[in-house]
């Protein structure tokens, strides 16, 4: 019989609709009932493409006798930690203060108050390597609640005043300068890994946002050093397993650090970042290589998560049906030489294994390999390989697919509108813009509104009951605001605005210039969450000072850019000591340095020297620069207002820190004044 999470729209929730365990969803009446059975609270949170959370609900959460356990001594809540953030934020705060490690699932135990006071991840069904079983784990908490509560207590209370004293270093509330940002960039030289690219050791994530910032450090300053990072970072991730080279796309994260063996969970915020950072890389290069990832990344998007509804999907699976009835890991996605031969006869098996370094041996599991671009010797027929890819990819269609989370998670929705406006510009890709506009379309209609407040998340075309936090006003602001530039079409521009303006006045703390992760009239957990540095995604403190000053540019408004240069205070204390953590907020801070730039192009939309003076603005590398074109007179963008044709020809303003370049109608002088 179905558990109160039958009526939730949450994916991962639905997941667990049929466990024997009482599940409650987070809410006020799950701590009133412990509070009025004297249970304390089991609080699971995981994700729907989270490998070990389908493991332990297999082994500990569909077990009857584990279930019946749960019921009769805990309170058993059950968290989408893509739905609700900051309570998955608070709690793993408190995970990772008391063991120095965190992940999913995070298994926390609460008093009916919702003060933690015993903390894990993953409980294996029985002992081993040392970690207890989680039904040790469950009477070891049951016995100390009975029978050591005021102990309890007082472990819940420490932990609560600790973490309300871990409070965050602002800086001066200045944003950073020249100097802060040089020394960023020499902290990033320091951890980059020159033999494989990237940085740090394994596992090895594809690091998005430090990778914008190099761009954009390069574009306004030349340093070579910096582009050379960026560029041989996306060539090492683009020809490994990391990326898949038959349906594009890139998984979580590499198990090693040589971007051979992924996780093979695909993730809507990851492909979105990167397929914006390679564009950019053919911005900024030229690389037939990153030109072809921007738009397999971004057709793969299309493709696979696009929802009927027109927005993108949160995830694909790890795991899927190995052909046996048995969920893989990977089982999608790799290749034996013996299905290459099946699929390909022997010769072009040869190439394939050769082309995409297949072995016998195998670099996954059970002579398994996945398939990766080594560099080789020598030179492959072209259209021999595309009919090779073709092929693997027509059979691999028939396997059974990895499970697909179809939440709209507003925030990487944001990021995703982003990168498919811009990718479709560059590319002359109309229907990717198209795209863009759709899921743009969606979160309009769908997640926000009369009041300009967005939901968090919606599920075939019905939003989601939790509020949207920092990271999404901020994150669908720059999609809207990159449509703008895009489209010329103002009305993304307004939609950006009443989003800042929520920012501004729900999320911002007049005092310190710091940025909250939850409203002001969000639900009140043990503590406010509030953290600035980068994890999968832009954090929202950054990515909100990024638009706000994305914003001001548009717009003229003094307000949106005091308040993104107060935000980018945090990045002036932390961006020279930790760069890799916070690298989309210095990102923003190259922006800010280089003003941004402010570009208008005036002339009739059908004619061709408009669209020219648009698109190289559009393909401008100065940091942050955004763009308004329209006709002779339109009032569509702030941008063009007293904006006039020069000698009856289209025409581009640049602008600059409240100086202006002469008009031009000529590109070239364009081009020019959008480079260095």
């Not at 420490?158 to 871990?166: E, N, T």
């Not at 494989?196 to 990778?211: I, L, T």
């Not at 893989?328 to 034996?336: D, I, K, N, P, Q």
């Amino acid at each position: 019989m179905p558990n109160r999470l039958a009526h939730e729209t949450s994916p991962y929730l639905l997941q667990h609709a049929d466990n024997p365990v009482d599940w409650w969803p987070w809410s006020a009446e799950a701590f009133e009932e412990a509070d009025r059975t004297g249970k304390p609270v089991l609080l699971s949170v995981g994700y729907s493409s989270c490998h070990w959370c389908h493991v332990m609900a297999h082994e500990s959460f569909e077990d009857q006798e584990t279930a019946d356990y749960l019921n009769a001594h805990f309170v058993n809540v059950k968290v989408d930690r893509e739905e609700r953030p900051d309570v998955d934020a608070v709690y793993m705060e408190a995970v990772q203060a008391a063991t120095g490690q965190g992940g999913w699932p995070m298994t926390v135990f609460l008093t009916p108050g919702a003060e933690p006071f015993y903390f894990g991840t993953y409980f294996p069904p029985a002992p081993r390597q040392g970690s207890p079983s989680f039904r040790q784990v469950l009477e070891g908490v049951h016995s100390a609640w009975t029978d050591r509560r005021d102990e309890v207590a007082e472990v819940a209370e420490k932990i609560v005043r600790d973490l309300a004293g871990r409070e965050i270093g602002f800086g001066d509330a200045q944003a950073p300068g020249e100097e802060d940002l040089a020394r960023a960039l020499l902290g990033l030289t320091r951890d980059y890994d020159a033999a494989h690219g990237g940085f740090g050791g394994a596992p090895k994530f594809p690091p998005s946002m430090a990778v914008e910032f190099l761009l954009r450090h390069h574009a306004r300053t030349g340093a070579e050093g910096a582009l050379q990072m960026a560029a041989d970072t996306c060539e090492r991730m683009a020809r490994g397993g990391i990326y898949d080279q038959l349906g594009g796309g890139f998984a979580r994260y590499s198990v090693d650090r040589e971007w051979v063996v992924p996780h093979f969970e695909k993730m809507l915020y990851d492909n979105a970042l990167l397929c914006r950072v390679y564009a950019h890389l053919w911005r900024a290069t030229g690389s037939d290589l990153a030109r072809r990832v921007a738009l397999e990344t971004a057709d793969f998007m299309v493709r696979e998560l696009r929802t009927n509804e027109g927005g993108f999907a949160s995830a694909l699976d790890a795991d899927s049906d190995d052909g046996t009835g048995k969920h893989v890991e990977g089982a999608y996605y790799v290749w034996t030489p013996a299905e290459l031969r099946e699929v390909l006869g022997e010769q072009d098996a040869e190439v394939a294994a050769d082309y995409f370094g297949v072995t016998e041996e195998g670099s996954f599991e059970e002579g398994a390999s996945v398939l990766q671009l080594p560099q080789r010797e020598g030179v492959f027929d072209a259209a021999r390989i595309d009919s090779v890819k073709a092929r693997l990819k027509e059979a691999r269609d028939g396997r059974p697919a990895p499970g697909r989370d179809d939440k709209v998670v507003a925030a990487w929705n944001g990021l995703a509108v982003a990168a498919l406006a811009e990718t479709g510009a560059y590319f002359d890709r109309p229907d990717l813009v198209d795209a863009a506009v759709g899921a743009a379309d969606l979160l309009v209609r769908l997640h926000l509104d009369e009041h300009a407040r967005l939901a968090r998340t919606s599920k075939d075309g019905r939003a989601g009951a939790h509020a949207g936090v920092l990271e999404d006003y901020a994150d669908v602001a720059e999609g809207f605001l990159a449509l703008a530039s895009v489209t010329g079409e103002g009305v993304w521009l307004d939609f950006a605005g009443f989003l800042l303006d929520h920012v501004l006045v729900q999320f911002t703390d007049e005092e310190s210039g710091g940025l909250y992760d939850t409203a002001a009239d969000a639900e009140k957990l043990i503590r406010r969450p509030q953290d600035p540095t980068d994890n999968a995604t832009p954090s929202g403190w950054s990515a909100a000072a990024g638009a706000l000053l994305s914003y001001a540019a548009q717009t003229g408004s003094e307000p949106h850019r005091a308040a993104a240069e107060r935000a980018l205070g945090v990045v002036k204390a932390l961006g020279p000591r930790v760069p890799r953590f916070i690298g989309w907020g210095l990102a923003a801070a190259e922006a800010q340095l280089d003003g941004p730039r402010e570009v208008a192009v005036v002339g009739p939309a059908e004619a061709p020297a408009t669209r020219e003076l648009h698109r190289v603005a559009l393909l401008a590398t100065a940091p942050g620069a955004v763009v308004a074109v329209g006709a002779p007179g339109s009032d569509e963008l702030p941008l063009l207002a007293g904006r006039s044709l020069v000698g009856g020809e289209p025409t581009a303003y640049v602008c600059r820190n409240f100086t202006c370049d002469a008009p031009t109608t000529d590109v070239e002088r364009l081009r020019a004044a959008l480079g260095r």
